[in-house]
């Protein structure tokens, strides 16, 4: 694997991952309707994106799932993940480590549809939840992006030096005192981590909340999935170029963060 | 003073904890208790209800099926189940096919993500330190946004009168558009697109770790690249493909998205058929009974991998 093909195959292979999304960002400006064709440059599709009340409510509606599904799921995740590492022995301990890792396998259409009857069910026999929106697709979205959480806190929590927590045991700490000032503090990278990893992957999510969601509630993924669904549209566009272009000033920062602690790391 | 130390001085914290004693629970089973009873509540549960439901009738009322227990007519409780709905999905050759045609696309497009991504790990794990890192943020970066904007990218570039047609007809490649979006192909371009970065990410950590003295004591033997590559580096980074391989084959048999947005009407891809089933149809018992099949065909081995894996991880 040596000379032109290797280099050639590697740039054909980011062309390929890059091509799509740069056109999808030229054509953002594109003054015509034709998402493909070529008319000028114009900016008049972000005017109409900021118009249309339907986008700017799903997205507010987005935010929110997304906010509250990520602080649950660093809860439950955590938790979970620390009950996995620290304690040895206790009943359901393999039914926790099954349950815990299944939701990262599972088809999205499953999860959707089983939380959906789960849902009604509970409706019918207990009065809870009362129909279905933002509630229903915050439950969703916490379960399935606890198990994100979970890996990773898992993964700091097994790498930590436990002699931390036994010399603060040792010196009398209860264990919600080595939890909260030992613990947390040095998993908290992974917690961030883990969080912003739930909050994208709720932002993303299309397919299980279109089966938990209620007609009140509908995610910026449901609206630009009907719009997409009839044909390409200039404004998903305009809407595209904003979702990257925060993406990408969110890397820049988190990597000048990064090179920061690491400089710091070696003064 | 520590934030824990001020935690448990709380007044609040020391009520809960009094209650608890009194109760006889002890602060280790509460810890326990949160996420076991989120997980069996809202994971395990809802299994329960999706076997429960593919075993009701579709009517049409709310909820649209029928209850499982009944009051007879002199008054005693019956139970109504049927296993119509399955083998309804045995009978119909449309349920069969979408089984098998999720399978074959999933694992054409799993050899393609495997074909593309393989140079393109191998030469980030060659590459000197500043160039690594950047490489492999520009693999992991298009994953930080939509989903579903980068499969819409794709519908862009595919269509009769997209970015890729008008480029051959503009250099006279060729004379009237292809059709290539609403094609299985789209779909194995989109399946590979969107799940890129999980095969070559395993595939990175699995050719960092290889060792560079095997690779030179095979030149010095006399071997050419191309034979130390097939009967060293391939042999070895096994491990990754699999790895890899797993993470693209098992979310793409269950996608809808992509069929939906670039698959033709007859790319049969079973989670677009229970989506339609319930959506379309919305015929709820056939949709559990098509998810309950699913399980069994596609999630429960892929579980029973996952454990055979665990169980040599820890020996």
Known sequence: ?267 | MSAGNALTRSVPWRGTAWAMGKLGLSGRTLVIAIPMLWLLVFFLAPFFVLGRISLAEAIIARPPFTPLFDRAPDGSLEIIASLENFRFLIEDALYRNAYLSSIRIALVATIFALLIGYPIAYYIARAPEPRRTILLLMVILPFWTSFLLRVYAWMGFLRSNGVINNTLISLGIIDAPLRMLQTDFAVYIGIVYTYLPFMILPLYANLTKLDGALLEASSDLGASPMVTFFTITLPLSLPGIVAGSMLVFIPAIGEYVIPALLGGPDTLMIGRVLWDEFFSSRDWPVASAVAIVMLFLVVAPIMWLQSIQNRRGMD
């Open chain 1, 1 to 267: 694997m040596r000379g032109w093909f290797l280099p050639m195959a590697v740039a054909l292979g980011f062309i390929f991952l890059y091509a799509p999304i740069v056109s999808l960002v030229v054509f953002s400006f594109n003054e015509s309707r034709l998402v493909t064709v070529w008319g000028g440059f114009s900016t008049r599709w972000y005017g109409e994106l900021l118009r249309d009340r339907q986008i700017l409510g799903s997205a507010w509606v987005s935010l929110q799932v997304a906010f509250w599904s990520a602080n649950l799921a660093v809860i439950v995740g955590t938790l979970g993940a620390f009950v996995l590492t620290r304690f040895n022995r206790f009943t359901g301990r393999l039914l926790l480590t099954g349950m815990i890792t299944a939701p990262l396998v599972m088809p999205e259409v499953i999860t959707g549809l089983s939380l959906l009857l789960l849902f009604v069910s509970m409706e019918l026999t207990l009065g809870w939840p009362a129909g279905r929106g933002l509630t229903t697709i915050v439950i969703a979205h916490t379960t399935f992006c606890a198990a994100f959480v979970a890996v990773i806190a898992q993964s700091r929590l097994r790498q930590m030096d436990e002699s931390l927590e036994e010399a603060a045991r040792d010196l009398g700490a209860g264990p919600v005192r080595v939890f909260f000032d030992i613990t947390l503090p040095v998993i908290t990278p992974a917690l961030v981590a883990g969080w912003l990893l739930a909050f994208t992957l709720s932002l993303d999510d299309l397919v299980i909340a279109s089966f938990v969601s209620g007609p009140g509630a509908s995610t910026l993924p449901m609206v630009i999935f009907s719009k997409v669904r009839l044909g390409v549209s200039p404004d998903v566009n305009a809407l595209a170029t904003i979702i990257i272009g925060f993406v990408l000033i969110a890397v820049l920062i988190a990597g000048w963060l990064m090179r920061r602690a690491l400089r710091r790391g070696f003064q």
